[in-house]
């Protein structure tokens, strides 16, 4: 299940260095607009440390994780969606990924231009969603106007399309993104099929520069209250990562990592704010989260794996990401909590106790879940 996150925002704000930081892939990274031209793909493994405990339970010989892809799209600018800078291009590339994340610089350097010249990190937010509607705008209003001739000959589906695309034209009017707008079941997958950019999940990554990820070590001036109520009033995610360091650490591991991470972020910081400090594992578990996906897993001796699937999904379904064949050859699957399997000691066990139990076609598969298909 190969799902994308577009990783957007305006010029210099740290996008490219962040994606660097994200997936150990050299992108160019300079100190002016358009460092990135063609959105870079990069695919990156999602941290769960469950998996690691299930390879060591099983004595695996090959643990593979469950991965999300990040795509790095170069600078929106004030006007793209008119075909400023390089505005049609990037909204396309925009529009082929799945769910956006938006890199808001939080930093003040002068030594890194700023497009406008300020930090202001609502007025940045502001420029890209903006832009993002206008390009949906000119998509919804195109639409209808296509459909006005079947709604006339009183077509049942076009009369639909055309209402939930008027409830989104004036959503988007009055500079609310579309996801904004409510769809009942016969509505949504009309909705979807525009492949609106607005419509797409959102997160917002804030880029500062400093050690840590606790709030309170966010600026605590007006523009950065008005930054934490914006994401209170929207029900928004966001994460805060500081990827130069991410950047500077991102051909470290394990133990060296934290030693490096220690020496870059200073001496007095706590073990606990140090763990904390790894926004980069942050982002891509909530980036994982934003896609609505969840993970079940297979586990032993040859290996250990985390499978992606939608939340949601039956048994049948689930199985389909080990192969297509599973879901219309399945019979039954064998499920247990991962936590329960390493509780028991042996699969065996668990079964003794009755934790190991079968299940039918209408299974929900529960993130966590380890599963034994049987076909």
Do not use: C
């Not at 793909?41 to 299930?54: C, F, S």
């Not at 929106?76 to 590339?93: D, T």
């Not at 000119?138 to 009369?159: C, D, F, P, Y």
Request: no cysteine; proline share 3%.
């Amino acid at each position: 299940m190969s799902l994308s996150i577009g990783i957007v925002g305006l010029p210099n704000v740290g996008k490219s260095t962040l994606f660097n930081a994200l997936t150990r892939k050299s992108v160019l990274v300079a100190n002016y607009p358009f460092a990135t031209i063609d959105p870079s793909v990069g695919v990156v493994a999602v941290p769960d440390e469950r998996l690691y405990k299930l390879a060591e339970f099983s004595k695996t010989q090959k643990t593979v994780p469950a991965a999300v892809e990040f795509v790095d799209i170069a600078g929106l600018v004030k006007g793209a969606s008119a075909g400023e800078g390089l505005g049609n291009q990037f909204l396309s590339n925009i529009r082929e990924t799945d769910a956006i994340a938006q890199v808001v610089r939080i930093f003040e350097d002068d030594n890194i231009i700023h497009v406008d010249g300020k930090i202001n990190p609502m007025l940045d937010i502001g420029v890209i969603n903006l832009e993002l509607i206008l390009a949906d705008l000119q998509t919804v209003t195109k639409r209808l106007s296509n459909l006005n001739k079947e709604v006339k000959a009183g077509k049942k589906e076009a009369i639909l399309e055309h209402g939930i695309l008027e409830k989104v034209k004036a959503a988007l009017e009055n500079e609310k993104l579309a996801s904004s707008v409510t769809a009942d079941e016969f509505e949504a997958p009309l909705l979807k099929s525009m492949h609106l950019l607005t419509a797409k999940p959102f997160m917002y990554v804030l880029n500062k520069k400093s050690g840590g990820t606790n709030l309170d070590e966010v600026p605590t001036d007006e523009r950065y209250k008005a930054l934490m109520i914006f994401f209170t009033e929207n029900n928004a995610k966001w994460v805060i990562v500081d990827a130069g360091i991410e950047h500077e650490l991102k051909e470290f591991d394990g133990t060296e990592k934290e030693e490096m991470r220690k020496a870059l972020v200073g001496d007095d910081v706590s073990a606990e704010a140090l763990a904390e400090a790894d926004g980069i594992n942050e982002l891509i578990k909530k980036g994982y989260e934003l896609l609505n996906l969840a993970t079940y897993f297979t586990t032993g001796e040859k290996e250990t794996r985390a499978w992606t699937i939608g939340k949601g999904w039956t048994a049948p379904m689930a199985g389909t990401a080990i192969h297509t064949d599973f879901k219309d050859k399945f019979v039954r699957a064998e499920v247990i909590e991962w936590d329960k399997l390493l509780e028991a000691g042996s699969f065996g066990a668990a079964r003794e106790k009755g934790w190991l139990r079968t299940e039918g076609k209408e299974y929900i598969v529960k993130d966590g879940d380890v599963i034994e298909f049987k076909i």
